[in-house]
Nanobody, 128 residues
């Protein structure tokens, strides 16, 4: 069992930056595939960025590529999402997700059913 807890959300002006953190409990964190998703009001939960399991590869949604960066510190059981050049379209609740080590380690999973564990989310509001 893995428990995930996000932090770091808040209100920021357009053009600003935030860093989200996701602290994970449980063993074998380093082998888990980890990802960030986001859900804007009235919309579906969409993939933002992620690692394949064992961190072989990373992937980003096109809308955030070049602005956001995902990283992880396995010693701290934590994954981060650095968000730069934020715009109002980035306003959403951001969720951390974890996936066990199965299937190919080459692919980053980008859909919600492929993840086993979810955090409660942290809200990001970008003011124009």
């Amino acid at each position: 069992q893995v428990q995930l807890e996000e932090s770091g959300g808040g209100l920021v002006q357009a053009g600003g930056s935030l860093r989200l953190s996701c602290a994970a409990s449980g063993r074998s964190f380093s082998s888990y595939g980890m990802a960030w998703f986001r859900q804007a009001p009235g919309k579906e939960r969409d993939f933002v960025a992620g690692f394949s399991w064992n961190s072989v590869n990373t992937d980003y949604a096109g809308s955030v590529k070049g602005r956001f960066a995902i990283s992880r510190d396995n010693a701290k059981n934590t994954v981060y999402l650095q968000m730069n050049s934020l715009n109002p379209e980035d306003t959403a609740v951001y969720y951390c997700a974890a996936r066990g080590s199965r299937g190919s380690p080459l692919f980053v999973r980008t859909t919600t059913p492929e993840y086993d564990y979810w955090g409660q989310g942290t809200k990001v509001i970008v003011a124009s």
